[in-house]
C-alpha cells in the first residue's frame, strides 16, 4: 500500500495572497494526514485517540434521547445560553468534586469538547507572539490552536513523574531573559497525551507555587483524569488554586465524544471574557447535546460506566505492553501507563520514526511519529502508540507488523549507518526520550 503525497492545494489556491498571517500556522496535523489510510479494515491503527464507546448502553443513551424529544423538545431544540445548560453545569460540579475541587456552576463555562474550551482560552489571552509553555511532549490539538493565534511555544521536560519544576523554572527563565510574556502554562497532569505520564502528587504543589509566584495562569487540561486503572483520581491542581488555574474537562472520554461537550471552570472575571467569546463563535453551546448528557448522567450509573472504560482500557493497555515486552527488538524503550489512552515509544538513535512511517503503513500498522507533539521539530526518534480503539487481538498483531517494520529499520541503519539528526541529540539531551513509568 503507498500513501498518496499530501496535496499542495496552496499551489493553485486563487485566495493565497489573501489569507491572515494566523493561518501560516494552519497546516494539517499529523494524525489528520494519517487518518485517510490508517482507517483502512486492513491496518491496525495505533495511532488515533478515539475512545472505544462500544461498551456504552446505547439502549439507556437512546431511551434518555427520545424522552427528551419527547418532553422537552421544544427547548432542546433552540438556542440556549452561552454559558451552557445550568443543570448540566451543576452536574459538572458533581464530576469535578471525584477531583477534589469544590467550585461553583456560576463559574463553569460549556464548551463544544475541551477542544474549543482551550480555543477560547488562547483567544480571550493571547497576542500574536505570546508564549504558552507546554510540556515536551504535547497535545497535538493544543500546540494546532497556539499556533493558529500565533503563539511561541515553549517546551519544558517532563519525566516518568510529569513535568519537571526545575525544566518548568528554566523555561520562564529564558522565555523572560529574552523579552517575551508568557501566558499561561497549558499541561495534561493525568495519563498524559501523548506520553501516557501522570504528574505526582509531591509536584504539583511545586508547579503551582512555581507558577503562583511568577504570575502566570495555569491551563489545567484534563479530559484523562478519571481513566486511571489502579487508583483513585489524583487530586487536581485546580482544587488548590482556584485563582490561579483554568481547568477544562471533558465528556468525550468518560461517556462519548459525539455530543461534542466539554467545559472550562475558570476564575469568575476569566468566565465572563470565555462566555462573550463562546457568544461570538457559536453563540451558544449545543443544547440538544448538553440536555442529553445531563439526562444521561440523571438516569444512569455514569460512575459505574467508567469503571467499565477504565477496566476495558485497562486490558486493552496490558494487550499492548506485554506484546511490545514480547515483540519489540531490545534497543526499543516505553513506558507502562497507568491510565488514559497512550504508549510513547522511543527508538534507538538514527531511527526515524516519521520516515519510517510509509513503511509502517505498507507493513499495515500506524502510529504518530513524535515530531507532532513537538513545536519545534524534536521528537523524530519516538512514537505515539495508542491502545484505546482496537481491540486486544489487533493490538497484539499491530505490535507484532510494527516490531518486524523497526527490526528491519534498525538492521539497515546499522548495515548503512543514515547517522543521527541534530534534533535526536537534543531530545536525547533534554531528558524526554522515555517520560513513562516502568521504562523498558
Ligand atoms: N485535550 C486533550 C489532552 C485531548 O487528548 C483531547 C482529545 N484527544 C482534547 C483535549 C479534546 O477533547 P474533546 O474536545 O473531545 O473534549
Redesign the pocket.
Known amino acids: 500500500m503507498e500513501i498518496q503525497p499530501a496535496r499542495h492545494s496552496h499551489v493553485l489556491d486563487p485566495f493565497v495572497d489573501r489569507y491572515a498571517a494566523r493561518t501560516a500556522g494552519m497546516t494539517a496535523s499529523e494524525i489528520r494526514a494519517l487518518f485517510a489510510v490508517a482507517s483502512r479494515p486492513e491496518v491496525v491503527s495505533l495511532a488515533g485517540?478515539m475512545p472505544n464507546i462500544s461498551g456504552l448502553p446505547l439502549d439507556v443513551v437512546g431511551g434518555a434521547i427520545s424522552d427528551l424529544v419527547a418532553t422537552q423538545g421544544p427547548v432542546a431544540m433552540q438556542y440556549g445560553s452561552g454559558q451552557g445548560v445550568p443543570e448540566l453545569r451543576e452536574q459538572i460540579c458533581d464530576v469535578m468534586r471525584l477531583e477534589g475541587i469544590e467550585a461553583s456552576a456560576d463559574d463553569v463555562v460549556v464548551t463544544?469538547?475541551?477542544?474549543?474550551a482551550?480555543d477560547l482560552v488562547t483567544r480571550v489571552f493571547c497576542d500574536p507572539g505570546d508564549v504558552v509553555i507546554c510540556e515536551a511532549p504535547s497535545?497535538v490539538?493544543?500546540l494546532g490552536v497556539f499556533r493558529s493565534y500565533q503563539c511561541e511555544v515553549v517546551h519544558a521536560d517532563m519525566d516518568a513523574h510529569g513535568l519537571v519544576p526545575e525544566a518548568l523554572r528554566q523555561a520562564i527563565r529564558a522565555t523572560k531573559a529574552a523579552g517575551k510574556r508568557i501566558k499561561f502554562l497549558y499541561t495534561?497532569p493525568n495519563f498524559?497525551?501523548p506520553a501516557g505520564v501522570t504528574l505526582s502528587a509531591e509536584r504539583r504543589p511545586e508547579i503551582l507555587e512555581i507558577c503562583q509566584s511568577e504570575g502566570i495562569l495555569i491551563l489545567e487540561?484534563n479530559?484523562?483524569g478519571l481513566l486511571g486503572f489502579d487508583r483513585e483520581p489524583m487530586r487536581a491542581m485546580r482544587a488548590d488554586a482556584a485563582d490561579g488555574v483554568i481547568y477544562?474537562g471533558?465528556?468525550?472520554?468518560t461517556f462519548a465524544?459525539g455530543f461534542?461537550?466539554?467545559w472550562a471552570l475558570a476564575p469568575a472575571s476569566v468566565r465572563e471574557k470565555l462566555v462573550l467569546a463562546q457568544e461570538s463563535a457559536t453563540l451558544c453551546p449545543p443544547q440538544f447535546s448538553q440536555m442529553a448528557i445531563s439526562a444521561y448522567l440523571a438516569q444512569h450509573d455514569w460512575q459505574g460506566q467508567i469503571k467499565q472504560f477504565r477496566e476495558m482500557y485497562r486490558e486493552r493497555r496490558d494487550a499492548m505492553t506485554s506484546a511490545l515486552s514480547d515483540l519489540m527488538p531490545a534497543a526499543v524503550r516505553w513506558n507502562v501507563p497507568d491510565g488514559g489512552f497512550y504508549v510513547w515509544l522511543t527508538l534507538p538513535p538514527g531511527i526515524n520514526a516519521k520516515a519510517m512511517l510509509p513503511r509502517a503503513v505498507t507493513a499495515r500498522v500506524a502510529y504518530v511519529p513524535g515530531t507532532a507533539f513537538f513545536s519545534d521539530g524534536f521528537g523524530s526518534s519516538a512514537m505515539r502508540l495508542s491502545y484505546c480503539y482496537p481491540t486486544p487481538d489487533r493490538i497484539r498483531e499491530g505490535v507484532r507488523r510494527l516490531a518486524g517494520v523497526l527490526e528491519a529499520e534498525i538492521e539497515l541503519h546499522s548495515t548503512f549507518g543514515t547517522g543521527t539528526d541534530t534534533a535526536e541529540l537534543r531530545l536525547g539531551s533534554r531528558g524526554v526520550e522515555n517520560p513513562g513509568t516502568d521504562v523498558h
Do not use: C, E, M
Open positions: 485517540g463544544v469538547g475541551s477542544q474549543q482551550v497535545y490539538g493544543a495534561i498524559h497525551n487540561d479530559p484523562y477544562l471533558s465528556f468525550s472520554k465524544p461534542r461537550v466539554g
